[in-house]
């Protein structure tokens, strides 16, 4: 009541204070009212709320760090993510390295395609050394001769390894150009005339077989010049050719024989591609 009694006090307090009265608030107002025991209430609560603040984030920091990690965990992550592909960047050059490296043995195959080019060039060199060192290309032997003659035609048995002809009869002395088709798609072939006896034909079929032995080719399966028993040699026939050889007939009337001394097509005892060259 005598707060009341400062009425006086209002009343003297004049209207300016209670005019800033007015502007500052009714708090104060009323903290005019309550005094000091309420600013230190407004302070407390102002203390508490901060403590209280520092201990939610405290407490968030320590255990939770849930709340705050998590958030501060999705940025790192991404950031991990952005390095992974970094280093993803790395291995990509790396295999884009590794192609090149595949292409370096292409480059090494190449080079072996040349030396595979270089090995048929030299068997292209014995080949051509081999024709001038004993494969005859022309005819020979004693009785083979310069001109033309009377024809005979021969030839293989087709695809067979025969003469398609067993028997050929010639006048002694006269001269005769005697044609031979190799009729096989496949397989050599050639003639040759020997004056002798079965022993004396194995013994030319052998010599020419050593000889395709010596040379290592097949068109050396002839029987060497000077063999004996050979009269006139041809020299090998490819498939589908037609080789002529000229020759005087023995003039000694009798049974000579033909063979082809391809190795294997004449076999010994007068068997396999032979055939007999009748003297009148
Ligand atoms: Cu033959």
Not at 157 to 180: I, R
Not at 182 to 192: D, E, F, K, L, P
Request: charged share 10%; hydrophobic share 40%; net charge negative.
């Amino acid at each position: 009541m005598s707060w009341r009694g400062s009425g006086n006090f209002r009343g003297s307090g004049g209207s300016d204070w209670r005019g800033k009265g007015n502007s500052g608030g009714s708090a104060l107002n009323g903290g005019s009212a309550g005094g000091p025991p309420l600013i230190y209430l407004i302070a407390g609560a102002i203390g508490v709320g901060i403590i209280a603040l520092i201990v939610v984030i405290a407490v968030g920091m320590s255990s939770g760090g849930s709340t705050t990690a998590v958030v501060a965990d999705p940025t790192p992550i991404p950031v991990e993510a952005t390095a992974a592909p970094a280093p993803t960047g790395d291995p990509a050059a790396a295999v884009t390295e590794v192609p090149a490296a595949t292409e370096v043995p292409a480059a090494t195959t190449a080079p072996t395609a040349p030396v595979a080019t270089t090995a048929p060039t030299a068997t292209t060199a014995p080949t051509t050394a081999a024709v001038p060192a004993g494969i005859p290309t022309e005819p020979y032997g004693p009785a083979v001769t310069t001109g033309s003659g009377t024809v005979i035609e021969i030839g293989s048995k087709g695809e067979e390894l025969f003469f398609d002809k067993d028997t050929l009869e010639v006048n002694g002395g006269d001269t005769y150009t005697l044609s031979f088709t190799n009729n096989s798609t496949a397989v050599q072939h050639n003639w040759v005339l020997v004056e002798g006896d079965a022993a004396v034909v194995d013994e030319v079929a052998a010599a020419a077989i050593m000889n395709q032995l010596k040379l290592r080719n097949p068109l050396g399966s002839v029987p060497p010049a000077g063999t004996a028993g050979v009269l006139a040699a041809m020299p090998i026939i490819n498939p589908g050719e037609t080789g002529e050889i000229t020759f005087v007939a023995p003039t000694k009337p009798g049974t000579y024989y033909f063979i082809c001394t391809f190795p294997a097509h004449y076999l010994n005892g007068l068997q396999g591609m032979v055939g007999e060259l009748v003297v009148k």
